[in-house]
């Protein structure tokens, strides 16, 4: 790694450049811009290009520094179309202050008044120039500067500071965008001590996938020491009662029911029943007529 052009107060630690590389923020992919030749640090044999991560962390706080100049944090605009970015821009803007754009960017935002979500930023930044052109298109039109974060691949077209990173790995893109935020707090004054750790973890600025994580909700419901009952275990409760339907649970005492077997025989003629009655007539005696 080439030594760094910064003053000494921001120089990275250790600490930090191996997160980025722990994050994997300086794998890039096999195309090269030539715009983005001068972050190069060599190109592997398998021809995946490997970016510089010192040159990672000087535009970290090239792009920071720039954040800071602004005087009200809302007129900051963090665009990210590509979900993996979509969780970062949020927190960002939530630990910032600044505006946040997470999914679909609506067309005329910058350019269009009329619109509802028109807003006029002084900066913006985007996860990926390919996938926000639309957002770095209307922002040239309107004279807004842009910070992107750039793989070797990425077009530079209208980028002012491009941040060399991976920008299509989840955590390349959550480890630079919460770098970036914890830069900004310390110039701004919020972290005082740049030696004291910032109480965020980088965890929180990754994405996270929906169906797992409910999946793993239902794992954590579901009730320790109770498996679920397979064919094995009710051919096995079979095998206990000795394949007698019948048999009664042990423990059962109660008296038998009568059963139909056990009901009253019924007469075999049914004429002998009426013990005398010629007819139904004579078996129900007449009532008395009332006068009404």
Aim: a negative charge; one cysteine or more.
């Amino acid at each position: 790694m080439a030594p760094a052009n910064l003053p000494s107060v921001f120089n990275a630690t250790s600490q930090d450049i191996e997160m980025l590389l722990a994050a994997q923020s300086h794998i890039g992919s096999k195309n090269l811009q030539v715009h983005m030749n001068p972050y190069l640090w060599k190109t592997r044999a398998d021809g995946v290009n490997i970016i510089n991560a010192g040159k990672t962390w000087e535009k970290i706080v090239l792009a920071a520094r720039i954040i800071t100049a602004i005087d009200n944090p809302s007129d900051v605009c963090v665009i990210s179309a590509r979900p993996y970015g979509q969780r970062a821009v949020l927190k960002f803007a939530a630990h910032t202050g600044a505006q946040a754009i997470a999914g679909r960017f609506t067309p005329g935002s910058f350019t269009n008044y009329i619109t509802r979500s028109f807003k006029e930023p002084r900066l913006i930044v985007v996860t990926d120039p390919r996938t926000d052109a639309q957002a770095i298109k209307e922002a040239s039109y309107v004279n807004i500067p842009v910070i992107a974060l750039c793989d070797t691949d990425s077009p530079t077209e209208y980028v002012d500071v491009a941040i060399p990173t991976n920008n299509k790995g989840r955590h390349a893109i959550g480890c630079v965008w919460w770098m970036l935020a914890r830069e900004v707090l310390r110039l701004r004054g919020t972290i005082y001590n740049r030696e004291t750790p910032w109480d965020v973890m980088v965890d929180l600025y990754f994405y996270r996938d929906p169906e797992a994580e409910a999946e793993e909700k239902v794992e954590e419901e579901k009730v320790p020491g109770v498996e679920e009952a397979g064919p094995a275990a009710i051919e096995s409760g079979f095998a206990n009662t000795g394949g007698d339907w019948e048999a009664a649970p042990a423990g059962f005492t109660g008296t038998a029911q009568p059963g139909w077997d056990d009901a009253a025989a019924q007469p075999a003629n049914w004429d002998s029943a009426a013990q005398g009655a010629a007819s139904w007539d004579e078996a129900t005696p007449a009532k008395e007529a009332s006068q009404w």
